[in-house]
């Protein structure tokens, strides 16, 4: 089969299935994208084993039951008659993109992990291609952002940027356009101690777009927008020409969390549209990251909602979100934090050294009766604590080492 009569089949299904069809990329995965499009169109007949096969993929991966063809026919055929897959090809390369297939070798192997749910196809717009996943990190949050969320959002994303690393979001208002500012402004040679300059192909910041390509929307956003197209990405899994829906913009949050290493909430309300992204991806075993926010700011209830409620980690600057995306390789830098006398010390250790007087000595006896503790078990905790510097002996009894009394 030609490689590029695959693509113009897989255009072409881009229209006719909106994202996370699963009964169509059922059918897809069994017969292919081309004889996918013939079925539809009329030119082929499935066949009864083939249609078996379609109905036990979606029953064994998904869980759902096969409808049928002719149920699923009756959702896609009405859109034949506007189907003209040359003609959104034409569109996108005339606006410097193009469309991204599974067979393609720089196919985004992290959006693979949905399953049935995995997209079509890729349309994308921009000089840059998509890095490898584990170089991305997605940031997201709450359209109606406090200046606060803002701030911390353009903290992080610059850095992350600088170090290198892909930042991908919605496009949206609030968060989402703060981490695409700040990535942008990030970009360049990297921090020193990076791995080295960032390469001309790694875009700085990816834009994963509801709607079709060839308009930027939200309206208001369209310089920001026009930047990312210019210089990095904007991808969608539908073609030109199609309009953004709420339901394009919800299954667009599981494109945003499949094709990163790790997804960062900066600031959510409690029913916030950035809670999907984030439960997409702790479905799919990415690393969750969520900034605090005061307790009081409606603003931040949905991050602690993350925090209370699942695998989400606190983070609260660039370096904590690189330690969430690469646990194994990076190390946060060492930070002046202060260290409690009683870090590392068994139960009975503990009990030992507040039963000791400050200044005062105190008898075997006696600190066995206020730490609760027998003799044998206070003798040995004494010599522990004198060995760390904790405690001290002298005429008048044991007492705690003035090191210790912190």
């Not at 379609?54 to 049928?68: K, Q, T």
């Not at 009683?342 to 250790?349: A, H, I, P």
Request: proline fraction near 7%; charge should be neutral; charged fraction near 20%.
């Amino acid at each position: 089969m030609n490689p590029e009569d695959v693509r113009l089949a897989r255009a072409a299904l881009t229209r006719l299935m909106e994202p996370s069809d699963l009964p169509g990329m059922a059918m897809i995965r069994v017969l292919g994208a081309w004889e996918s499009m013939r079925v539809i169109a009329g030119h082929v007949r499935i066949g009864a084993s083939r249609e078996a096969a379609v109905a036990e993929l979606l029953s064994s991966e998904a869980g759902i039951r096969w409808g049928g063809l002719a149920e699923a026919l009756d959702r896609w055929r009405p859109r034949l008659p506007d189907l003209a897959p040359g003609r959104d090809l034409r569109v996108i390369r005339r606006l410097g993109g193009g469309l991204l297939i599974p067979e393609d070798p720089d196919w985004p192997a992290g959006v693979d992990d949905l399953g049935l749910a995995a997209p079509v196809g890729l349309w994308f717009r921009g000089p840059a291609r998509l890095p490898r996943f584990q170089d991305c990190i997605s940031v997201v949050g709450a359209r109606d952002s406090s200046e606060y969320g803002e701030s911390v959002t353009a903290a992080i994303c610059h850095r992350l940027a600088a170090q290198g690393k892909t930042v991908l979001s919605g496009g949206a208002y609030g968060i989402d356009a703060a981490a695409h500012r700040a990535a942008l402004s990030g970009a360049g040679p990297r921090e020193p101690g990076g791995a080295g300059p960032t390469e001309p192909s790694a875009p700085a910041t990816v834009a994963v777009m509801a709607g079709g390509l060839d308009r930027f929307y939200p309206a208001g956003n369209e310089g920001l927008l026009r930047q990312i197209a210019e210089q990095d990405v904007l991808i969608a899994e539908v073609p030109p020409g199609t309009n953004p829906t709420r339901y394009r913009f919800l299954q667009r949050n599981r494109l945003i969390a499949a094709l990163s290493a790790a997804t960062v909430v900066v600031e959510a309300r409690w029913r916030s549209g950035a809670l999907s992204t984030a439960h997409h991806a702790a479905g799919l075993g990415r690393q969750l990251g969520a900034v605090p926010g005061s307790v009081y700011a409606a603003g931040s209830a949905g991050c602690h909602r993350l925090l209370r409620e699942s695998a989400a980690v606190c983070v609260t600057d660039a370096d904590e979100v690189l330690e969430l995306a690469s646990p194994m390789t990076v190390r946060l830098p060492e930070r002046a934090a202060p260290v409690a006398v009683y870090d590392g010390l068994s139960t009975e250790d503990l009990l030992l050294l507040d039963a000791l007087p400050m200044r005062t000595g105190s008898s075997v006896e006696k600190l066995s009766t206020v730490a609760g503790l027998g003799t044998p078990a206070v003798q040995a905790g004494l010599g522990r604590l004198e060995l760390l510097g904790l405690a001290r002996r002298s005429d008048r009894g044991w007492a705690r080492a003035k090191s210790g009394s912190g």
